[in-house]
């Protein structure tokens, strides 16, 4: 029988990304998601607000399944109730333990979360820190999430900072619209540890052979805490040396409303992941210097 890992949410912008990695690497997964995939691979579409799980407990009894990775997500920005958040990202997560609980099954359990669950000032928290504090629905279902999930024995959790290099991506939105020579207003006072895709897939292909006892994984680059005007200056500065790109980019300031949801340091510490995954972590400039 064919060892198969399970994507959820593997039409999504961090979904797409690990998906083509395994095509490229020829290695049997099948996806899942709201939408039907426009690639070809094997795929069960799922609405987790009104899910089935006949065809996902047919393809378990079925496959041998090597791991089960958790991409699918409602929107950082949707300014919904923390039920519906829950609902698709707590409801998501306990349908699959109990397909885990019922096919006995006790490959990998790997859940994604986001840095929003903490606010971490200058330094960041350790994948250990007990000191949550998410301020929207999002971020609150998510931490959910992240519990629901480690009551599963062999379930890992894996955060990340802002994603870069994925479609829409906070960089490529930017650049967009600076391109067009519209301003474009960043927040001089909301920092990040940025993540960049190529580190995700990296942790994800970790996790899923992982054989030590560490539960949670950070994944982020290792730049100082940057605004997003900092990070956007930079870029520009690093890229577009030639452009007017930096007549069009304004320091703005997140209001007190815009932090009472959102925390003004979102900020990953990879230390434990460093020793753990053999993480490298590398600065965001590296990366997009590259491309
Ligand atoms: N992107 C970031 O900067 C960032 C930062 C930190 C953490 N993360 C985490 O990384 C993971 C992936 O994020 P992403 O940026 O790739 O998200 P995304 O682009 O918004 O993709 C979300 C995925 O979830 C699926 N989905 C949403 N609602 C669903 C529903 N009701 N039923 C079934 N599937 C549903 C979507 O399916 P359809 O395409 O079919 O709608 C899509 O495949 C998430 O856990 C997120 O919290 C992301």
């Given at each position: 029988?064919?060892?198969?890992?399970?994507?959820?949410?593997?039409?999504?912008r961090?979904?797409?990304?690990?998906?083509?990695?395994?095509?490229?690497?020829?290695?049997?997964?099948?996806?899942?998601?709201?939408?039907?995939?426009?690639?070809?691979?094997?795929?069960?579409?799922?609405?987790?607000?009104?899910?089935?799980?006949?065809?996902?407990?047919?393809?378990?009894?079925?496959?041998?399944?090597?791991?089960?990775?958790?991409?699918?997500?409602?929107?950082?920005l949707?300014?919904?109730?923390?039920?519906?958040?829950?609902?698709?990202?707590?409801?998501?997560?306990?349908?699959?333990?109990?397909?885990?609980?019922?096919?006995?099954?006790?490959?990998?359990?790997?859940?994604?979360?986001?840095?929003?669950?903490?606010?971490?000032?200058?330094?960041?928290?350790?994948?250990?820190?007990?000191?949550?504090?998410?301020?929207?629905?999002?971020?609150?279902?998510?931490?959910?999430?992240?519990?629901?999930?480690?009551?599963?024995?062999?379930?890992?959790?894996?955060?990340?900072g802002n994603v870069i290099g994925i479609e829409n991506d906070f960089l490529s939105s930017a650049l967009n619209i600076l391109k067009q020579k519209k301003d474009y207003n960043a927040w001089g006072n909301v920092y990040n540890r940025f993540t960049y895709i190529?580190?995700?897939?990296?942790?994800?292909?970790?996790?899923?052979?992982?054989?030590?006892?560490?539960?949670?994984?950070?994944?982020?680059c290792?730049d100082p805490p940057l605004s997003r005007y900092e990070f956007l200056k930079r870029v520009t500065e690093l890229k577009y040396k030639n452009s007017d790109f930096l007549k069009y980019l304004n320091k703005t300031s997140a209001t007190?409303?815009q932090?009472?949801?959102?925390?003004q340091?979102?900020?990953?510490?990879?230390?434990?992941?460093?020793?753990?995954?053999?993480?490298?972590?590398r600065s965001i400039f590296y990366y997009l210097s590259r491309q």
């Amino acid at each position: 029988m064919d060892s198969h890992i399970i994507v959820i949410g593997s039409t999504g912008r961090i979904g797409r990304a690990y998906t083509y990695h395994l095509q490229k690497n020829n290695l049997k997964f099948v996806g899942i998601s709201k939408t039907d995939t426009q690639n070809e691979y094997n795929h069960i579409k799922i609405d987790f607000n009104a899910p089935s799980m006949k065809k996902v407990e047919e393809f378990v009894s079925n496959n041998k399944i090597q791991a089960i990775i958790h991409l699918a997500t409602t929107n950082t920005l949707m300014d919904d109730s923390l039920e519906y958040h829950e609902k698709i990202n707590v409801g998501s997560v306990k349908l699959f333990l109990e397909v885990i609980e019922k096919y006995k099954l006790k490959c990998p359990f790997i859940y994604t979360s986001t840095e929003l669950v903490f606010n971490s000032k200058k330094e960041g928290h350790n994948e250990n820190s007990p000191d949550f504090s998410p301020l929207g629905n999002y971020a609150k279902s998510k931490l959910m999430a992240e519990k629901e999930s480690l009551k599963y024995k062999n379930s890992i959790v894996i955060r990340f900072g802002n994603v870069i290099g994925i479609e829409n991506d906070f960089l490529s939105s930017a650049l967009n619209i600076l391109k067009q020579k519209k301003d474009y207003n960043a927040w001089g006072n909301v920092y990040n540890r940025f993540t960049y895709i190529d580190d995700i897939i990296y942790a994800l292909d970790e996790a899923i052979s992982y054989k030590g006892n560490q539960k949670i994984f950070h994944v982020a680059c290792n730049d100082p805490p940057l605004s997003r005007y900092e990070f956007l200056k930079r870029v520009t500065e690093l890229k577009y040396k030639n452009s007017d790109f930096l007549k069009y980019l304004n320091k703005t300031s997140a209001t007190s409303k815009q932090l009472s949801v959102r925390p003004q340091y979102a900020v990953l510490n990879t230390k434990i992941t460093e020793r753990e995954l053999n993480f490298k972590p590398r600065s965001i400039f590296y990366y997009l210097s590259r491309q």
